[in-house]
């Protein structure tokens, strides 16, 4: 079968395609025929380096997928063959024609919603939910969602007065970004590409702070937003580092000013994040979430696809398509 091998850590170059031999589902396992392959931005982390990968190269990557169920293993329900699902997979293979993974990490696409739409919001949309819901919005909040016009950020942004936010500022990446972060609902919009744009945060609120911060940035920009948070009661949600690092923040930082800073990570954290991903479909399918295709590309150019999300050209989710 087609599959993206990823031989090494670096460029998107590591990314190669290849044949390699069909998998077959164990006991407790599914056999997915994949039909979208959502590109995700950790993905890109993972290939360069950024986080050690405990793996022998070469390996087939990719770590989620949308597709039909084929066949499947022992101890699996027959009748879920044929059903349309969502994966993930913690041992990654998603690249690729076909992948198996244990039956409990697949869940059910509804009806009416498509499979490239459902791969697309299923990561960020079923992020966006627990961020919002670990913010606990009263219906009294100003909040800021930083880069707000793709992935996390646009699902945060679309669900955000729905959750309690009175007042959304949001960050984006030039002015077509910008616009597209207006029409998911936030009322004011800075780009955080220019310099000092904290600055202009400033000149925006108007004297009123910050309840609460989605950080997806990190880097230095997060120190600076710190005097701009609401005292005692300010709270910094961070979950990403699409500046290279993350947060630049102390705990004597947070001290100082009576702040608190929750880390969305973790066992834990991706636990909560994998039990919303029905939730996150299901209101895909009713039309409380757009979900975001950006383009849908053939499988073998996985590597192009990484360098576009790289050079932040996508305004969505990129899919790869086998065969």
Request: aromatic share 4%; net charge negative.
């Amino acid at each position: 079968m087609q599959a993206i091998l990823l031989t090494g850590t670096g460029g998107p170059e590591v990314l190669v395609a290849s044949e390699v031999p069909a998998p077959r589902p164990q006991a407790g396992q599914i056999l997915l025929h994949t039909r979208a392959i959502p590109v995700l931005f950790p993905e890109t982390m993972l290939r360069s380096g950024a986080f050690p990968l405990p793996v022998q190269f070469p390996i087939v990557f990719g770590t989620q997928a949308a597709g039909v169920i084929a066949e499947v293993g022992a101890g699996v329900d027959p009748s879920l063959i044929g059903r349309r699902v969502v994966v993930s997979s913690n041992s990654f293979g998603t690249y690729a024609e076909q992948v198996c993974v244990p039956a409990e990490a697949a869940t059910l696409i509804p009806d009416g919603l498509g499979t490239d739409a459902a791969a697309a919001v299923a990561m960020s949309g079923s992020v966006a939910i627990p961020l919002l819901e670990t913010a606990r919005l009263t219906g009294t909040e100003t909040i800021l969602v930083e880069a707000a016009a793709t992935g996390v950020g646009a699902y945060l942004t679309q669900l955000a007065k729905e959750y309690g936010a009175a007042r959304v500022i949001a960050t984006a990446g030039g002015a077509e970004k910008a616009a597209q972060a207006r029409e998911f609902g936030a009322d004011a919009v800075l780009d955080h590409h220019v310099p000092g744009w904290t600055g202009q945060l400033r000149e925006i609120l108007g004297g009123a702070t910050l309840d609460v911060v989605f950080d997806s940035l990190g880097g230095e920009s997060a120190l600076a937003l710190l005097d701009l948070m609401t005292p005692l009661r300010g709270h910094m949600l961070s979950y990403g580092f699409l500046s290279g690092a993350p947060a630049q923040v102390g705990a004597m930082d947070l001290i100082m000013r009576g702040l608190t800073l929750t880390g969305c990570s973790g066992p834990a954290w991706l636990a909560g994040v994998a039990a919303a991903t029905g939730t996150a479909l299901d209101r895909a399918a009713t039309g409380s979430l757009t979900p975001l295709v950006d383009r849908v590309l053939p499988l073998h150019q996985a590597a192009h696809a990484h360098r576009l999300l790289e050079d932040r050209a996508a305004k969505g989710t990129i899919i790869l398509r086998a065969g």
